[in-house]
């Protein structure tokens, strides 16, 4: 599927080390949004943008930074305060908030 | 805090047979509720959604039912198919001021041919 493009497939991380897990969409959506999977759970969702230069956190927000300088591109970086890292994270977007969402396939992140 | 349950968290049924998913959400302000079905190693899909104003709709094999006054909504698959196997998640979404989407745990649907 094209749509929404996730790098890298699989990252590890330091500690004490910031990582940016990139995430690229041409569907021309406006709101974009950064989720984290837990074994046995559901998404959280972490932090959202409905339009360009406007991000909001999420429900889990703390230890995670993103930007949204481009409509199609919308890095998030987990940096050293967050202190359980390891899960699979999924980028999504859609026309707007509350529209149905196109997810990416994912950035698997461990920690070495 | 604002929460959605899903049950039940694995469910097996004979190719053929019908099969339903249930959850309930906390916040009556929710208005909207997707569907996404995630097969292994693969992004979640949108299946089926529903919106607060209506109760029931469908699309070929798939419908989702929904009870505001219980704050319940339902994924019926019918005639199941052992491409249906995959993990189903529920979400109630709400957009009041902020956006807040909760998703359910899901449901681990295993389809026997």
């Known amino acids: 599927d094209g749509g929404i493009t996730q790098s890298p497939k699989y990252l590890f991380r330091k500690e004490g080390q910031n990582v940016t897990l990139s995430c690229e969409q041409n569907?021309?959506?406006?709101?974009m949004y950064w989720y984290r999977q837990d074994p046995g759970q559901g998404l959280r969702l972490i932090y959202y943008s409905q339009i360009v230069n406007d991000f909001q956190k999420g429900d889990i927000a703390e230890g995670y930074s993103v930007s949204r300088e481009k409509k199609e591109s919308f890095p998030l970086t987990v940096t050293s305060a967050q202190k359980n890292p390891t899960a699979f994270y999924l980028c999504?977007?859609?026309?707007?908030?509350?529209?149905?969402?196109?997810f990416g396939d994912g950035t698997r992140l461990s920690i070495l | 805090g604002e929460n959605v349950e899903q049950h039940p968290s694995t469910l097996s049924v004979q190719e053929g047979d019908s099969a339903v998913i249930k959850c309930t959400y906390s916040?009556?302000?929710?208005?909207?509720f997707p569907w996404y079905k995630q097969e292994l190693g693969k992004r979640p899909q949108l299946i089926i959604d529903?919106?607060?104003?209506?109760g029931e709709k469908k699309d070929q094999r798939i419908a989702v039912t929904l009870n505001k006054t219980a704050k319940h909504f339902s994924l019926h698959i019918t005639e199941t198919q052992p491409e249906d196997s995959a993990v189903y998640f529920c979400a109630a979404s709400m957009y009041t001021g902020g956006f807040k989407t909760i998703f359910g745990a899901g449901t681990r649907l295993f389809v026997k041919a």
């Open positions: 569907l021309n959506h406006d709101a």
């Open positions: 999504a977007s859609s026309w707007g908030l509350d529209q149905p969402q196109h």
């Open positions: 916040d009556s302000a929710s208005n909207y």
């Open positions: 529903i919106r607060s104003n209506v």
